[in-house]
């Protein structure tokens, strides 16, 4: 759905500070929006006083245009810690305007103040690129990103922008996820597409991957059906070249077969509703899938799917892009959040997070914070790739009411 289960791309574009009119909201009847009701008001694994639930129902209800139900599930968010802010959700424009709406975000703010301690990495000098997936090179120092322009471009610290993959070369449609093969010099980049658009009718959905040094494509793993359309996030595991991929639609994951060139189903749909970022663990056991209200381990030999435990005030959901990082896992919350840069510290067997740290959030330079990229002992990432002012069919805006897209650094160690 188009709420806080963020799809990047195509939920990202949901996203928007645009302010909207309480008389232009038009409720929606849809059947599975009063099931998704029913679904988390009776959920009997779920807290009843879980602001992510709380959340849900509110964009639930906020669908229908429901103001006093959404304004009174806003407020129970706003008096539970985890720091949810819907101030830029624009299921919630139509009551953006109210005082009531305001105070609630105000509250959400006051205790939960900002935190920066990033600093400039790279520019990329393409106002209008609209990326949602980044990886970074350390080999060659050089930052991949891809765009709904159904292309790839590179920077390094000339800030001189370079296409690696020219407009829907190859087959290639809009372009999710990426993730740098180190060891083989390869990008492995995710190709998605959505909605019946006309330039689209020939891209290939699936996985595409990419020799750094020639810049040539080496192998285009195609999803089995229509149905894949909606391919979100990418891993590897360094030691076999197998690539996982995420299907945010179906909840599912796919590996990539190097026998036929496709992709096979690894976990089926509905294992993990909305799954995202995806990362594997560094003894490769362990693949860590972010999903609509948690993060989940699968054991990558028996593809048992289990969520990982946390305490109470540890909030996991909707992370958009995540990475291990020393029995960590590193990512930004965006979906229930304008952008936060969150870490969670798991124990030794993996399988349960201890405890939560805001890496920083609230940046003045945060324009939809998207994914990142590890190098070495810092987490890259987009501060804003303004994806929100992307809509699929329409013009893009004018470059001047653009800007050039920063890519921030963090240090991760201590």
């Known amino acids: 759905m188009g709420k806080p289960s963020i799809f990047a791309l195509v939920l ?11 008389a232009q909201c038009k409720p929606s009847f849809s059947d599975e929006t009063d099931a998704e009701i029913q679904r988390l008001s009776e959920a009997p694994k779920r807290n009843p ?25 806003l407020r129970k968010v706003a008096a539970l810690p985890g720091g949810l802010d819907p101030s830029e959700y624009r299921g919630f424009a139509f009551v953006r305007d109210r005082p009531e709406f305001k105070a609630i975000v105000a509250r959400i703010r006051q205790a939960n103040p900002a935190k920066v301690r990033s600093t400039p990495a790279f520019v990329i000098k393409e106002r209008d690129l609209f ?25 390094d610290s000339s800030g001189t922008v370079h296409d690696l993959v020219t407009v829907a070369q190859d087959g290639l449609a809009y372009v999710a996820g990426l993730h740098v093969d180190e060891q083989r010099k ?19 959905v ?8 020639s810049g040539k494509v080496l192998k285009v793993f195609k999803a089995p059906n229509a149905s894949s359309g909606y391919l979100n996030d990418v891993t590897l595991v360094p030691s076999t070249g197998v690539a996982y991929t995420t299907n945010t639609a179906e909840g599912s994951v796919y590996s990539t077969n190097a026998k036929t060139n496709t992709l096979d189903r690894f976990l089926p749909p509905g294992s993990v509703a909305g799954a995202n970022g995806i990362a594997l663990g560094d003894d490769e056991k362990f693949l860590f899938v972010a999903g609509d209200f948690g993060i989940f381990r699968v054991d990558v030999n028996t ?5 990982l ?17 020393r029995g960590s896992l590193v990512g930004i919350q965006n979906g229930i959040h304008p952008g936060r840069v969150m870490r969670f510290y798991l124990d030794s067997a993996l399988g349960s997070i201890t405890r ?29 790739p303004q994806l929100h002012r992307w809509v699929p069919g329409k013009p893009a805006p004018p470059l001047a009411q653009l800007h050039d897209i920063h890519i921030l650094r963090i240090a991760l160690a201590h």
């Open 356 to 384: 939560a740290e805001i890496v920083e959030t609230y940046n003045p330079e945060f324009e939809n914070p998207t994914t990142g990229s590890l190098d070495s002992d810092s987490f890259l990432f987009m501060a804003n």
């Open 12 to 22: 990202l574009a949901l996203l928007t500070t645009t302010k909207s009119p309480e």
């Open 49 to 73: 006083a879980d602001p992510v639930l709380l959340y849900n129902l509110a964009a639930d209800y906020a669908a229908k245009c429901d103001r006093a139900k959404t304004l009174e599930l």
């Open 309 to 325: 435990s946390k305490p109470a005030d540890v909030i996991d959901a909707s992370m958009d892009g995540l990475y291990f990082y």
């Open 206 to 213: 699936g996985l595409f991957q990419y020799d750094l040094v």
């Open 303 to 307: 593809k048992k799917v289990v969520e």
């Open 186 to 204: 390869q990008l492995w980049a995710v190709s998605s597409k959505f909605g019946n658009a006309p330039e689209l009718k020939d891209a290939i």
């Open 131 to 155: 990326p949602e997936g980044m990886a970074y090179a350390r080999f060659n120092g050089r930052v991949y990103a891809g765009s709904v322009k159904r292309k790839i471009i590179w920077t």
